[in-house]
């Protein structure tokens, strides 16, 4: 590979000492500065996912989709545990007359444990497969990973419909969290990367909304299609996430902050050895850099282990996740028992739907509003832990007063007042998770933060308070117990107002391409925003 004459190389142009009369007839000398902004050119051309992008696929439709897919992924939560896929074993009474048992319970004839590894099964799958999506993401396009993700998931509800004993069915239950990881990993720092500025917390909310409305019609769905077959539940939500899964793979890939393409590597290297004139030298540094970004299995443990002990050194994320671990302990317990215990003090006939219902309005209008409130205050990392703090000291108050009370209706009003409380902190938790990180760590501290709570959090609250209960036998007294855990929630995020919380969104990534592809390192979806900056 010989040298390429370049029109602007300095050392072939004139000098202003030897010809200073004729020097603004011929281009200026090319100084580094040049040199740097053509190797940035050249990466963005290479770079189509910050380039080229449909007309029609603009940030708020990316919104959408994502809140389409987590919905649908929530609703496979609530039709797994509704009565018409979930079911009922076979009874036998004393006189041996049997009545047939329904749903997966029945037709598989499951104990009550075999029926909770069930519904409990896709934990395996999460927590395997969330830090290998989330450390995959630094060798692959991140938008591929998700669609990587919704096909395992689109074939493990399929494989659940066609299942034909507890194992399939357990298998498949796994599968559909190794699926479900890709996409809790990656998504919201791809809201966070292309919403606007001014409104980045409330699309969260709006996308962390779909939580409880994706359970709660999960339940309502798997006992409508019940009638049908428990598998058509299965069989249909493919059918419906299909559509996603060709989406994650024809169109162009985004790119994340914090994730730069290995052209963009190449080009940065061009500009850190000061020039394109060193042909052969520098093709043969580009080979060897090619092989050796190449991932290995050994290499990615040695960074996924680096990225893992930056987490846990980080304070401000690891007083949040504490803090979300035990607001998650009660709100899992809540879902469990919630409709049994209001059922036990209340005497309600229609517990199942007061609750499903007073938690499905409670927490879509409580996840918006917490998102909006956070952007009026100025998103900062110390107003998230103010508004997490006193939202859920204020709902803790509401939700512990209303079971204070004999009355139904009391009961009911204080109840959704808390809850509408409570769940306002949905939007501000996974901000600071997606803000005090660098940003090429958002997909690990993602997954690690929703691992960390289904471990910690809402599997175990179940069992635990079902033991408490067995202990006292006083449903009153084990809900005001569990409540009460909700103001050691404010109380750990009240600490993080103090710490020296830096928001790290616009940190430079360690990345050498930080310094020449920081003006395409944005993958915004919709470039007016840079344009008009």
């Known amino acids: 590979m010989g040298e390429k004459e370049k029109p602007g190389d300095p050392s072939e142009g004139p000098t202003p000492e030897t010809n200073p009369s004729t020097s603004p007839k011929h281009p200026s000398p090319v100084v580094p500065a040049e040199k740097e902004q053509e190797a940035g050119n050249d990466m963005a051309r290479a770079n189509t996912s910050s380039s080229v992008n449909p007309s029609w696929f603009t940030p708020k439709r990316l919104l959408f989709i994502f809140c389409i897919?987590?919905?649908?992924?929530?609703?496979?939560?609530?039709?797994?545990?509704?009565?018409?896929?979930?079911?009922?074993?076979?009874?036998?009474?004393?006189?041996?007359?049997?009545?047939?048992?329904?749903?997966?319970?029945?037709?598989?004839?499951?104990?009550?444990?075999?029926?909770?590894?069930?519904?409990?099964?896709?934990?395996?799958?999460?927590?395997?497969a969330s830090p290998i999506f989330a450390s995959s993401a630094n060798s692959f396009n991140p938008f591929r990973l998700i669609g990587v993700g919704l096909t395992v998931w689109t074939l493990a509800v399929t494989l659940c419909g066609f299942s034909q004993n507890f194992w399939t069915v357990a298998v498949g239950r796994m599968l559909v969290g190794v699926g479900e990881a890709s996409f809790i990993s990656l998504a919201a720092p791809f809201i966070d990367d292309n919403a606007p500025v001014a409104q980045r917390t409330a699309w969260l909310g709006a996308f962390y909304m779909c939580i409880p409305t994706g359970i709660a019609v999960g339940y309502v769905y798997g006992g409508w299609i019940?009638?049908?077959?428990?598998?058509?539940?299965?069989?249909?939500?493919?059918?419906?996430?299909?559509?996603?899964?060709?989406?994650?793979?024809?169109?162009?890939?985004?790119?994340?902050?914090?994730?730069?393409?290995?052209?963009?590597?190449?080009?940065?290297?061009?500009?850190?050895?000061?020039?394109?004139d060193q042909g052969c030298e520098l093709s043969g540094r580009e080979e060897v850099a090619d092989k050796s970004s190449k991932p290995s299995c050994s290499s990615g443990l040695r960074v996924l282990?680096?990225?893992?002990?930056?987490?846990?050194?980080?304070?401000?994320?690891?007083?949040?996740?504490?803090?979300?671990?035990?607001?998650?302990f009660v709100i899992g317990a809540y879902s469990y028992w919630g409709p049994k215990a209001g059922y036990n003090i209340y005497h309600m006939s229609n517990a199942d739907y007061m609750f499903g219902g007073v938690t499905a309005l409670c927490g879509i209008l409580g996840s918006l509003a917490g998102g909006l409130v956070l952007d009026r205050m100025?998103?900062?990392?110390?107003?998230?832990?103010?508004?997490?703090?006193?939202?859920?000291?204020?709902?803790?108050?509401?939700?512990?007063?209303?079971?204070?009370?004999?009355?139904?209706?009391?009961?009911?009003?204080?109840?959704?007042?808390?809850?509408?409380?409570?769940?306002?902190?949905?939007?501000?938790?996974?901000?600071?998770?997606?803000?005090?990180v660098k940003p090429s760590l958002r997909p690990l501290s993602m997954a690690m933060s929703t691992v960390s709570i289904h471990i910690f959090g809402d599997v175990p609250s179940s069992p635990l308070v079902g033991l408490l209960q067995d202990k006292i036998n006083n449903w009153r007294l084990t809900a005001l117990i569990l409540t009460s855990i909700l103001f050691l929630a404010a109380g750990i995020w009240f600490i993080g107002i103090f710490l020296q919380g830096v928001d790290r969104y616009n940190e430079d990534n360690e990345d050498p391409v930080a310094a020449v592809d920081k003006a395409n390192s944005t993958p915004l979806l919709d470039q007016r925003t840079v344009e008009t900056a």
């Open 69 to 128: 897919i987590n919905l649908i992924n929530y609703v496979d939560r609530g039709a797994i545990a509704s009565n018409g896929v979930n079911g009922s074993r076979k009874t036998c009474s004393e006189s041996g007359a049997c009545s047939g048992g329904s749903g997966i319970q029945g037709e598989f004839d499951l104990t009550n444990f075999e029926d909770g590894v069930i519904s409990s099964a896709f934990m395996v799958g999460l927590l395997v």
């Open 226 to 276: 019940g009638q049908y077959g428990w598998r058509w539940a299965f069989w249909v939500e493919a059918i419906l996430m299909l559509p996603f899964v060709i989406l994650g793979f024809v169109m162009k890939p985004l790119q994340l902050k914090g994730f730069s393409p290995a052209a963009s590597k190449r080009a940065s290297r061009a500009v850190d050895d000061g020039s394109e």
């Open 305 to 328: 282990g680096r990225n893992m002990k930056a987490l846990c050194l980080e304070k401000v994320y690891v007083v949040n996740v504490l803090g979300y671990i035990a607001y998650n």
């Open 378 to 436: 100025t998103s900062t990392l110390p107003n998230a832990f103010k508004l997490l703090s006193v939202a859920t000291l204020c709902g803790a108050a509401f939700c512990f007063a209303a079971f204070c009370f004999k009355s139904l209706y009391v009961f009911l009003a204080l109840f959704a007042i808390g809850e509408l409380l409570v769940f306002a902190t949905q939007a501000p938790v996974n901000f600071v998770c997606l803000h005090c």
